[in-house]
């Protein structure tokens, strides 16, 4: 069975971390591991730097470069591995929510000196609404940072995610000495070195062993054995169940940059990381294994090349064997299309592909037919399901500036938000548009996109919302008088849900407490309770 093979083989994954934690360093030493590419700096270079929160010119271009890391693939160890990129910048951190509806597990990389930052808390949200197994890689080990201990406790309580360490750090910072991996049993000296790969791994199969000393002094071996100790005393032993169910997160430590703890994260990540997973859909639980192909869009970059109003939609494969010319069933338009040329991408390399399988990505370019969240099939009618909208955290209500343009500024709109650039409410009654961001940069895009590649002309007037939530009832008379009470916060999402702008954390609390019989949710998710 080549399916099953190639799905055994699939590790289809994403890092996230709040920004400047060491994710881009992390990706881009794991891909020099799996000899994806060569030298550093390949994936830096396409990052969208930090100082170009203005410069939508710079992030136009970053746009087109991005794609090319849109996902990573390379093999390792006999397995596939895919690494879906999430940008790092957190006004595009709807991306980010999207992308990990595609993969299967996450490396979430924490600052050994920050801790759990705000980015890190949103993110595992997002993993734990869905289970999604989580290996927790805490960075920058060659610098001054919290306690080992505390930092962990910190992680339990603020991600709310049991741990447990597989490696053991010895000392920090100036005293950093390497880490134990205490799966193992062996020590991994460290020395600071940015291009080195193979690292000076000494095996200690018994700590009493005086060789300990020698390595590391006497003080740091005492202060290790005494702290495995608290370690065994403390964490239950690792158990891959509780991880593949989310239940778990087992943690490394190491310095990316000096390519330090690496390679342990890599061999263990192959060995206990789950293979592609089935999803459900509004008919039925898909497996990996069904035979028909299944997969569902979880981003589009549109208009790379403003002369060509071409698209790339980013497919998941979900079950099946994907083929290229042979045509499939797109279910919310119900029409069949076939795709001449499947795009992969394998590191700056993209090529056109004739086949793939669960757990890899296919680019599709696309003339304007997919949404985010839209599902091909061989056939079958269904939905992938949990591919949900959250909260945006700023919004703005778009304003026409040419009447001669509103057509032009209608489409431009529904296709940016198509593309999942943003959200749109329209108040009700009525047609004012509120569009919703989690990011201010996302309005500086859509006002160049709009302008750019529509010919519109628009401005944006901030509201003063703290959260979009949809809502429903069975209550009736109830919704009746919420709506008729709250009509200057009431609006529609594209799909026609009703949503609730409310103003402040406390006139949320109000109206949860005075329409009991309304539920307020924080995500679009509830369509999966609903369907
Ligand atoms: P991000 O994608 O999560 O935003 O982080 P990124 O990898 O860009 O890393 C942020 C900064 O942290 C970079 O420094 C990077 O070199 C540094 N860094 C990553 N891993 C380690 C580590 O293990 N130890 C130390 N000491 N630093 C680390 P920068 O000054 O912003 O960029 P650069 O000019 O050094 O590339």
Known sequence: MKNLEAIEKRRTFGIIAHPDA???????????????IQTAGAVKNNKIKKTATSDFMEIEKQRGISVATSVMAFEYGGKQINILDTPGHKDFA?????????VDSVILVIDCANGVETQTEKLMEVCRMRNTPVIIFVNKMDREGKDAFSLLDEIEEKLGINVRPLTWPIGIGDRFKGVYNIYDKSLNLFSANKTKKAEDVVSISDLDDPMLEELVTETFA?????????????????????????DVAPVFFGSAVNNFGVQELLDTFIRISPSPRGRETDARFIEPSDNKFSGFVFKIHANLDPKHRDRIAFLRVVSGVFERNKFYHHVRLDKNFKFPNPTSFMAQDKSVIEEAYPGDVV??????????GDTLTEGENMMFKGIPSFSPEIFMELENLDPMKSKQLDKGIHQLTDEGVAQMFIMQPGNRKIVGTVGQLQFEVINYRLINEYGANCRFAPKNFFKACWITTDNEEQLGSFLRAKSNYVAKDKDDNLVFLAETPFLLQMAEQDYPDITFHKTSEFKLEKA
Not at 22 to 36: C, D, N, V
Not at 229 to 243: C, L, N, S
């Open 363 to 372: 680019g599709l370019y696309d003339t304007g037919n997919f949404k985010i």
């Open 22 to 36: 060491g994710k881009t360093t992390l990706t881009e030493k794991l891909l020099l591991f799996g000899g994806a």
């Open 94 to 102: 709807e991306d980010t929510y999207r992308t990990l509806t595609a």
């Open 222 to 246: 005492n202060e290790l054995r005494e702290e495995l100790d608290i370690v065994e005393g403390v964490y239950d032993a690792f158990d891959r169940e509780k991880y593949l169910s989310g």
